[in-house]
């Protein structure tokens, strides 16, 4: 498979990956976070976690100031139980190395609330944002595995150990073209994503390009309050390296959120997919709008609690609970 024969039938054709950051708000704030993943030893070494993250105050007169900063940096062992091997952060938080040698993925973010409830300080949101983000970054960078060893004569054949489950979400809807196409070929084929336009990480800073087989789950969040409602916007990118040194765009998110400024509760929501990896990921699109009369103070539990099966995306749904850190 490559760029130029994307399959409609598997692949779809949401495929139109946004091409500029959006000009900020006087009075308003900007997250931004980005969060790499690679594995300098191939398919098979360590999974090797980087992030940085950022949050701006737009003030009236629209001058831009850093509030607070974040970096993670840390391993996962993949193939090995998904098991966190090292963690560190600035700020640094007490008590994040209990997480390790246990899973990245499964019961993370649960460890992680327990750390931040024993902390007597505060947790500022650009590293709030870097902890959230190691689970599903963690598991889409089975994606850079799957990739390698599909595309790369030398790399290794078999799978990434991940077990696809129908009516999971949207994408892996029991009967779809993935579900079917995996029970045909035995195997998940490899999406294949349009090449990613450069993108900054605010204002005019470009990030450091990323090596072949990396990937790089980024995120902005802007926040504004005003004429009675607080509004946000927001998006999320995943893009990986391909072996010829092309960066692509495996998933993509807009999200757009009005909630009352008096009582938090959500007005509108809606999600704007610019690309996703499946033709029936789109099947989760409308799952954003379950989110209106509901306070965003409960936004978090309520997404956990309630946005599963064939009507909602595992990602969009992390794009969904962003607003309410």
Not at 23 to 39: F, N, Q, Y
Not at 298 to 309: C, I, L, N, Q, S
Not at 311 to 319: G, I, K, S, V
């Amino acid at each position: 498979m490559s760029e130029n024969s994307p399959d409609p039938a598997l692949h779809g054709c949401v495929r139109g990956p946004r091409a500029d950051v959006p000009v900020v708000r006087p009075g308003s704030l900007r997250l931004v976070s980005r969060l790499d993943l690679s594995r300098p030893d191939g398919a098979e070494g360590m999974l090797e976690l980087s992030g940085r993250a950022w949050e701006f105050e737009i003030d009236s007169e629209g001058a831009v100031s850093t509030r607070s900063t974040a970096a993670l940096d840390g391993a996962v062992d993949y193939h090995g139980g998904r098991t966190l091997t090292r963690i560190a952060t600035s700020p640094d938080l007490p008590g994040l190395q209990t997480l390790v040698g246990a899973s990245a993925i499964a019961g993370f973010r649960g460890r992680v609330g327990a750390v931040v409830t024993g902390h007597t300080g505060t947790v500022d949101a650009p590293l709030a944002q870097l902890l959230d983000d190691v689970p599903l970054g963690t598991l889409i960078s089975g994606h850079a595995v799957s990739a390698e060893r599909a595309l790369d004569p030398l790399a290794g054949a078999g799978g990434t150990g991940y077990v696809p489950v129908g009516d999971q979400c949207a994408g892996y809807v029991d009967g779809g073209a993935l579900i079917t196409t995996i029970a045909v070929r035995g195997r998940s084929p490899v999406a294949d994503g349009p090449v990613a336009p450069p993108l900054d990480d605010a204002f005019g800073r470009t990030p450091p390009p990323l090596g072949i087989h990396a990937m790089r789950r980024r995120r902005r969040i802007d926040r504004r309050t005003g004429h009675g409602e607080i509004r946000f916007d927001a998006m999320f990118r995943d893009t990986y390296v391909r072996a010829d040194g092309v960066e692509t765009v495996i998933h993509e998110y807009e999200l757009t959120v009005t909630a009352d400024a008096a009582t938090g509760v959500v007005r509108e929501a809606t999600a704007t997919p610019r690309v996703l990896p499946w033709s029936d990921c789109p099947g989760a699109v409308a799952s954003a709008g379950r989110l209106v009369g509901t306070a965003l103070s409960d936004v978090e539990a309520d997404v956990r609690r309630g946005f599963r099966g064939p009507e909602t995306c595992t990602h969009l749904n992390d794009l969904l609970r962003s607003i309410a850190h």
